[in-house]
């Protein structure tokens, strides 16, 4: 398998910490230029530092792609500072869990802010660019959250079989246009995303996956540079990846 990503742009969102960071990462060694965004400008900033010092090509925009006209911009920024965009990664994600019954409505418009709009925002801000170029992949990392719902995570739930079912209808649009569309669903993995919850939430996460080894943000990375690898006429459209012992 030949993962050269050479003279191709790849935007990735949420790019300050976990799946992002490693992304980003990945993508820069296998000699993709990268746009990172994330609402933490320094850890961004550390992150373009890291890849050009390993001799590859990033710059960093703090955005809330969540806003319209934040993620617009970035992915503008994209085309117009390294010339083109071949891939968007929508990695960006809140999770907030716990009952319906009772719960910080805040915390669903966070979700649904995030999990949601920054999705539909920056991949319509992204296709007339790769409609123009003829050629383009969008990355919509998901959960396994958007295949199996759980009491607990409803609203979580929500937001990503929607991103799974917007994929879906996009890979239907977009098919013979040199567009390809790939959903990630991860299981458990060991990044900062479920450190935002409530100290019950997390409690009765900790009891959920006892004994479950979680995967790592360089799996799922893994995953996105094989999925973006692929010949042009391969389109990969759906990875699951859990850990090995995590049941559902």
């Known amino acids: ?25 990945a993508c820069a060694r296998a000699g993709a230029a990268i746009a990172l965004t994330a609402r933490r400008a320094d ?24 806003e319209e006209d934040q993620a617009r911009a970035f992915v503008e920024q994209a085309r117009e500072r390294l010339g083109r965009l071949d891939a968007l990664i ?14 910080p409505t805040e915390e669903w418009r966070r979700m649904i802010h995030v999990n949601v709009f920054g999705v539909l925002y920056c991949t319509h801000a992204a296709l007339p660019i790769m409609d123009a170029q003829g050629s383009g992949h969008i990355v919509n990392v ?19 079989w929607g991103v799974g079912a ?18 990630i669903e991860p299981g458990a993995v060991a990044t900062e995303l479920a450190g935002h919850n409530r100290p019950e939430v997390l409690e009765q996460m900790r ?18 540079l ?10 990969i459209n759906e990875v699951l990846v859990r850990p090995s012992a995590q049941a559902g």
Do not use: C, H, W
């Not at 929508?90 to 719960?103: E, H």
């Not at 917007?166 to 959903?183: D, M, N, W």
């Not at 094989?226 to 389109?235: A, C, D, H, R």
């Open 142 to 160: 998901s959960s396994v959250a958007g295949r199996v719902a759980r009491a607990g995570s409803g609203v979580y739930n929500l937001t990503k």
């Open 207 to 224: 009891k959920r996956f006892a004994g479950v080894t979680p995967l790592e943000a360089e799996d799922i990375a893994r995953a996105i």
């Open 43 to 66: 850890r961004i900033d550390a992150l373009a530092r890291r890849i050009t010092d390993e001799g590859g090509q990033a710059f960093g925009m703090a955005a809330d792609v969540g």
């Open 226 to 235: 094989f999925s973006i690898t692929q010949p042009p006429n391969v389109s």
């Open 1 to 25: 398998m030949n993962e050269d990503l050479s003279g191709q742009v790849v935007a990735i969102t949420g790019a300050s910490s976990g799946i992002g960071e490693a992304t980003a990462l």
């Open 166 to 183: 917007f994929s879906e209808a996009l890979r239907q649009e977009t098919a013979g246009s040199g567009i390809r569309v790939t959903l």
């Open 90 to 103: 929508n990695n960006a994600g809140v999770m907030l869990l716990g009952p319906i019954r009772d719960a």
